[in-house]
């Protein structure tokens, strides 16, 4: 099997999918999608593709046992443009390749990023790197207000030093994280699996989820099949450690658990988030195990 065209990725090919008030995810290439997976790992036995349920369950497998090289036979390639203080989190994850646009080179946009009201939020008081609950609208206004401000005021300083002849790698360095910048980047199926399960993940900040969710959407197009085994096993699977296991068999027998203060937290954050992510469509909002 030579080149191999999935037809719901060439659909979405050099479309922007747009994120936040001025970014997007593009997909530019990709390379492989279900069927690679499928030939790669059957290499080592010499046999050929099989019936689709044989497909479909040879990806379950692979990704439930961790058989992960499979995956990395697939790459997908996009061109994203999101605020820089997006792009500090994204680039975290090593096992991508990138090239990105050179504030030393080129004059750079000004295009900043402005949360909408309804995300300006307050700071969580249980969740040092989260937010708890949006503010008043008038004052969500004035908090946008007074970011515009600043950034135009910064951008106007950047103008007047280039007009001047500063060097552009100097006078960019008092513009905002708040800036936009835009990357191709490259990465196979595997990591950006990776990517995905610890972006679209409530704990990530919403201005990077918004990204990963427009990238599932290709992965999805890209690799149906192995985007379903990665839902399956792991976006919509929990980990209990040693000591969680061992109060969740203590809370099923009807027994006290062992756990306390934070880590009893989690324990039942967890019990809390896996009811409601199973619950009966009439069930009512927070039910809880019995105790
Ligand atoms: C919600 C959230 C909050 C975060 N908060 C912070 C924070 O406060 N401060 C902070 O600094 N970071 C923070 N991070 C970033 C986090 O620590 C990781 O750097 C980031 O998620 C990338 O993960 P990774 O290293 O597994 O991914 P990748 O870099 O894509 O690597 C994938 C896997 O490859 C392997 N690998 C890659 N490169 C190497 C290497 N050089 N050596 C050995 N193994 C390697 C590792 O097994 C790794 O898990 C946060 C991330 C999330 C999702």
Redesign the pocket.
Do not use: C
């Given at each position: 099997m030579g080149h191999i065209v999935v037809e719901a990725a060439e659909a979405l090919l050099d479309k922007e999918i747009p994120v936040l008030d001025h970014g997007f995810v593009r997909l530019v290439d990709y390379l492989g999608g279900d069927a690679r997976i499928v030939q790669s790992a059957r290499v080592s036995y010499g046999a050929g593709t099989k019936t689709f349920r044989q497909d479909r369950g040879l990806i379950h497998y692979l990704l439930k046992n961790a058989h992960t090289s499979p995956f990395e036979q697939v790459q997908l390639t996009f061109h994203t443009k999101m605020p820089i203080f997006v792009a500090r989190?994204w680039v975290?994850?090593?096992?991508?390749r990138l090239n990105e646009i050179s504030g030393r080179y080129s004059v750079m946009k000004d295009e900043f990023y402005l949360p909408l009201p309804e995300h300006v939020s307050y700071q969580s008081e249980s969740n040092k790197?989260g937010r708890a609950g949006a503010l008043p609208p008038d004052e969500a206004e004035a908090v946008i207000q007074t970011l515009k401000a600043e950034q135009v005021a910064a951008y106007a300083s950047y103008e007047k030093m280039i007009e001047q002849g500063v060097a552009r790698e100097l006078a960019r360095t008092n513009l905002p994280i708040s800036l936009y910048t835009e990357w191709y980047w490259q990465i196979d199926l595997h990591?950006l699996f990776?990517?995905l399960r610890?972006?679209l993940?409530g704990?990530?900040q919403y201005e990077i989820r918004v990204y990963a969710e427009a990238m599932a959407q290709c992965a999805k197009a890209v690799a149906p099949i192995a985007f379903e085994a990665f839902e399956e096993h792991l976006v919509g699977s929990v980990d209990f450690s040693r000591s969680e296991c061992a109060a969740l068999a203590a809370r099923l027998r009807g027994e006290p658990i062992q756990l306390e203060g934070k880590a009893l937290e989690r324990f039942e954050a967890k019990l809390a988030h896996m009811l409601a992510a199973n619950a009966p469509d009439d069930a009512p909002e927070e039910p809880q195990l019995p105790v």
């Open positions: 989190q975290r994850h090593r096992t991508a790197q990591n990776h990517f610890l972006r993940d704990h990530a």
